[in-house]
C-alpha cells in the first residue's frame, strides 16, 4: 500500500512540474512569434544604414580606412535565463577557436553566460541580458555605453571595431561577426554617378553614420540571439515534457500493477476465511 501511495505522491509531483514547463514553453513561444517582427523590421532598418554606408563610402573612402590600428573589443550575447541547452556553451567554444587579437577586451551579456567565465581576466565587463523583449533596449543602451567607455572615448570611433559572437537562427551553433562598416568598396563601384548632398562635414557625418550603424546592429544581434533563445528553450522544455510523460506512463503502470497485487492479495485473505470451519463456542 504504501509503496503504491508514493508512486502516486511522485504522479501528482510530475503532473505539476509538467504544467509548469508548459507555461515557460508557452511563454517562450509567444517571445519567438514578438522578436520575429521585431527582427524583420531592425534587419530593414540595417539594410537601409548599410546602402547608404556604402553609397557614401564610395565618394569619400578615405573616410573609411583599411589598414587603421584598430581597437578590438568582443562583445559576447549569452542568456540570462537558463533552461536553454548548450546556447551558451556554443559561444564559449565559438569564442576558443577564434583567433584571438592581442589586447582584445571581452564584454559578457548574460548572467548565465558569465558564470562560465569565473575570474577570466579577458572580461573586460559584463552586463545583465534581456529576458524578454520589452528589455533588450535597456541591454542596448548600456551595451553601447560599455563598449565606448571599454574603448576609450579618446580614441576615434572609427578606429573601434567590435567583433560579436551571437546565435542568428536556430540549428546554425554561435556565429563570428566583425562589426566593421563601410569598408573601401572595389575601385570604380559606385551606386550614382554624384555624391551624396550634406549638411554636415563628411567627416562628422562617417563617425555619425558609423555609430548608427553599431546601435542599429547590436539591436538586430540582440533580437536575433534573444529569439534563438527562446527557440531551443521551447525544444528543451518540449522534450522535458516528454520525458515526463514516459516516466509517468511507467509509474502509473507500476501502480496498476502494485493495485492488481494487492486486490489479488485481499482476495485470497477472503478465500482463506470463507474456507476455513466454523468455530463453535466452548460450552461452560
Not at 146 to 158: E, F, I, Y
Not at 232 to 238: F, G, I, L, P
Request: glycine share 4%.
Amino acid at each position: 500500500m504504501s509503496r503504491r501511495r508514493d508512486i502516486e505522491a511522485t504522479v501528482r509531483s510530475f503532473r505539476e512540474i509538467r504544467d509548469i514547463l508548459n507555461a515557460m514553453k508557452n511563454m517562450a513561444l509567444m517571445e519567438v512569434h514578438r522578436l520575429g517582427r521585431f527582427l524583420a523590421t531592425q534587419q530593414r532598418v540595417v539594410a537601409a544604414i548599410e546602402a547608404a554606408g556604402s553609397d557614401f563610402s564610395s565618394f569619400y573612402p578615405e573616410l573609411f580606412p583599411r589598414n587603421e590600428s584598430w581597437r578590438d573589443v568582443y562583445v559576447l550575447l549569452g542568456s540570462e535565463r537558463g533552461f536553454c541547452g548548450d546556447f551558451n556553451e556554443l559561444l564559449l567554444r565559438a569564442l576558443a577557436e577564434h583567433k584571438r587579437r592581442e589586447n582584445v577586451e571581452v564584454v559578457v551579456v548574460g548572467s548565465k553566460l558569465y558564470s562560465k567565465l569565473p575570474r577570466d581576466f579577458r572580461v573586460a565587463a559584463f552586463l545583465e541580458g534581456a529576458s524578454v523583449v520589452d528589455e533588450i533596449e535597456n541591454v542596448l543602451v548600456r551595451l553601447m555605453n560599455t563598449v565606448s567607455d571599454t574603448s576609450g572615448l579618446a580614441a576615434p570611433l572609427r578606429a573601434l571595431r567590435v567583433t560579436a559572437f551571437h546565435h542568428r537562427s536556430q540549428g546554425e551553433g554561435a556565429r563570428v561577426a566583425i562589426l566593421q562598416p563601410f569598408q573601401e568598396p572595389k575601385k570604380g563601384q559606385k551606386s550614382f554617378a554624384y555624391p551624396p548632398r550634406l549638411y554636415l562635414d563628411p567627416a562628422a557625418f562617417a563617425k555619425g553614420l558609423v555609430e548608427q550603424y553599431l546601435f542599429a546592429r547590436l539591436h538586430e544581434l540582440l533580437y536575433s540571439s534573444l529569439m534563438v533563445e527562446n527557440q531551443v528553450r521551447v525544444q528543451h522544455m518540449d522534450a522535458a515534457v516528454q520525458r515526463l510523460d514516459r516516466k509517468s506512463t511507467e509509474l502509473l503502470r507500476r501502480r496498476n500493477m502494485l493495485r492488481q497485487e494487492e486486490i489479488t492479495e485481499e482476495i485470497e485473505v477472503i478465500m482463506l476465511s470463507a474456507g476455513s470451519p466454523p468455530r463453535i463456542p466452548a460450552s461452560n
